[in-house]
DNA sequence: AATTAGCACTCGCAAGCAGGGAGTGCTAAT
DNA sequence: ATTAGCACTCCCTGCTTGCGAGTGCTAATT
């Protein structure tokens, strides 16, 4: 990536840029042609080679045009200048995005819907986490004999829902009280924190409170929070995609939720709030991703984040895709923002 | 379908159920071959050509064998007999199942996981959802400034949380009372029955009171509840779903929530509880699902149910996926008889 | 020394064609 | 009523062929 000249960087931007649009291989004449190079077709071809040797392009076979590496298109990704997103469409989201009903399941899902129409692909949304889950508030009820159902709610509005059973029938009054006491004592603390306190004398108390602090535990240790996505189907729309199981081995990924966990966290861990990652090809860490790219961005406030991003085909209209993903990773933020910063400050 | 002589009848059944298995157009001689039968080829192609102006069987193209139509696959699921699930089978799925968390969400993914697995198919499975939504619960809880989160329960576990936008800020203390003081009001009353109580006469208490309205209102229009599914990828590795655009069209319709609740709606209306309806190439209502089945039970106790099934290719083992909705669904109606059964007959 | 014209060569792809095979419908014999 | 016999249909496969896009190399040009 060094040792490129201008020339050979012009021409492997111009070939990336064409094999996104035509999803065919390109050669030198085509090239020449359709950007009016100054320069003739033999010319090109040289410098074509030296791009193969370095890496940057291969043919699929003998005698074919080239297409890019993986190398190409990181190449790529980093010289091109990703443009504000035009105003219109800016408009058309964010008022797509104001319709939200006010609940915080809908946002995400919207988000993940509205993104995936923009960038005819796969879009993947974690609803906000807190990084150190705090209590806010438990609701225990009474549903019938000894079954109780507890909802756990933290700081950030994270919740949680549980069966709980009790080891005799139990009056939702006592159960209300119980779980009066545990808001008070609680309040805002993390699962460590209500460890170190005295345990609860009461026996109640005692089931209920370990319950939290197994559920807690457990949403601590999680990285992201619930996942949504959408526009499965435009992916398959895709020519690299008919008839191949490639696309399978992909998809699969949003089934087995723990993988896309693990992309996610070791993807954004060294990533800042604004920044947006570009994942190639898995990165020769994800077989199963050979074929495919993920843009992806945090969004929320420090301590409190979420992350959005599009996985679609390796070739993907980056120039468009990244743009959008930030704009809708900033939307997000303001929301989150609007909504929950108050209390991450506190 | 009346008229169907025996030997008819026999044939067409085992022609459904080879090419369950095979996925290609059978003849007559390969049917003669197969299944040993006491007949000539020539009979056969007889009674075959007779099956095909009934309606029950098409040829892909002249000289080509036979394969069902939809009446023919009807005709089969009306006829085949649905084995009870090998004992073996049972243990493997009781045994996954029994390993929940005990949280309703994990049962609902489990399920639709198990299912999915099961029936090498995508499962469809919708949480528990009452018919007629009863309050049980309300807590709102400050978050920053004039934002707090609202999370309504309702009877039947179902949990919703909502963002409230208040015209000043509010302590929580305020907050804590105001809730309180729904709860006593409220408990376990249907949003029609809250309307026509007398109008709060706090003004926090009527904002959060109309809040409740709205949401349980909406909720009770829902015909079901959440929607889980699992197994998108096993329906791609089937022939007649490769580079074929059919397929993607029958996946939109996850993504568009709307059309699976009609779907459920309209077959499902008229079924009792341990009823498994087969929905065969859409039915001539669903254009999306023409290559498709659909094999869906209920679940649940009366008054609180929910919906588990499947949906692959038309061409799909019915005798083997019929008795494991089925199994799955008791599964899940022992679940839910065992948690909130006492609840709605109070 | 860099660029380019010229050219032989490679290889995928589509079209065309032949042969085989599975399966059919019809007819006449059983 | 059943079946053997048979001509026919049509898909599928493999093979050949021609075409075209594109390459890499070499020698000429600037």
């Known amino acids: 990536?060094?040792?490129?000249?201008?020339?050979?960087?012009?021409?492997?931007?111009?070939?990336?840029?064409?094999?996104?649009?035509?999803?065919?291989?390109?050669?030198?004449?085509?090239?020449?042609?359709?950007y009016h190079l100054d320069l003739s077709p033999a010319t090109i071809r040289n410098e074509m080679v030296n791009?193969?040797?370095?890496?940057y392009l291969?043919?699929?076979?003998?005698?074919?045009?080239?297409?890019?590496?993986?190398?190409?298109?990181?190449?790529?990704?980093?010289?091109?200048?990703?443009?504000?997103?035009?105003e219109n469409v800016q408009h058309t989201i964010s008022h797509q995005f104001h319709q939200a009903r006010p609940e915080v399941d809908h946002w995400m899902s919207l988000a993940a819907s509205v993104l995936a129409q923009q960038a005819q692909a796969i879009s993947i949304v974690t609803a906000p986490h807190a990084e150190t889950a705090r209590f806010k508030h438990v609701e225990v009820i009474s549903t019938q004999g000894r079954q109780a159902l507890m909802v756990l709610v933290l700081a950030g509005g994270e919740v949680n829902q549980q069966i709980l059973s009790?080891?005799?029938?139990v009056s939702q009054e006592r159960l209300s009280a119980a779980a009066s006491?545990?808001?008070?004592?609680?309040?805002?603390?993390?699962?460590?924190?209500?460890?170190?306190?005295?345990p609860r004398a009461d026996a109640l108390d005692a089931d209920i409170s370990a319950l939290i602090v197994q559920d807690m535990r457990r949403l601590s240790s999680r990285v992201a929070g619930?996942?949504?996505y959408d526009g499965l189907t435009n992916v398959l729309a895709e020519p690299e995609f008919n008839a191949n199981d490639d696309a399978r081995r992909a998809l699969r990924l949003f089934e087995e939720r723990g993988a896309l966990q693990d992309i996610l966290t070791q993807t954004m861990s060294?990533?800042?709030?604004?920044?947006?990652?570009?994942?190639?090809?898995?990165?020769?860490?994800?077989?199963?991703?050979?074929?495919?790219?993920?843009?992806?961005?945090?969004?929320?406030?420090?301590?409190?984040?979420?992350n959005i991003g599009i996985l679609g085909p390796m070739r993907m209209p980056y120039s468009r895709t990244i743009p959008t993903?930030?704009?809708i990773a900033g939307l997000l933020s303001d929301l989150v923002n609007d909504t929950f910063a108050g209390e991450q400050t506190q």
């Open 58 to 86: 291969r043919q699929p076979h003998t005698s074919a045009g080239r297409v890019p590496t993986e190398d190409g298109y990181r190449f790529f990704v980093a010289h091109v200048t990703h443009p504000e997103l035009p």
């Open 51 to 55: 791009l193969t040797e370095m890496g």
């Open 181 to 198: 006491r545990l808001n008070q004592a609680y309040a805002l603390r993390t699962y460590e924190e209500i460890l170190a306190l005295p």
């Open 270 to 306: 060294g990533a800042n709030l604004g920044g947006v990652q570009v994942l190639i090809g898995g990165e020769g860490n994800w077989e199963d991703l050979r074929q495919c790219s993920i843009v992806l961005s945090h969004y929320g406030i420090p301590g409190f984040t979420g």
């Open 1 to 34: 990536m060094l040792d490129l000249t201008e020339r050979q960087k012009a021409i492997l931007m111009l070939l990336v840029r064409d094999y996104i649009e035509t999803a065919q291989a390109i050669g030198s004449q085509r090239l020449v042609e359709r």
């Open 166 to 169: 009790l080891s005799e029938p």
């Open 226 to 228: 619930e996942l949504y």
């Open 325 to 327: 993903v930030r704009y």
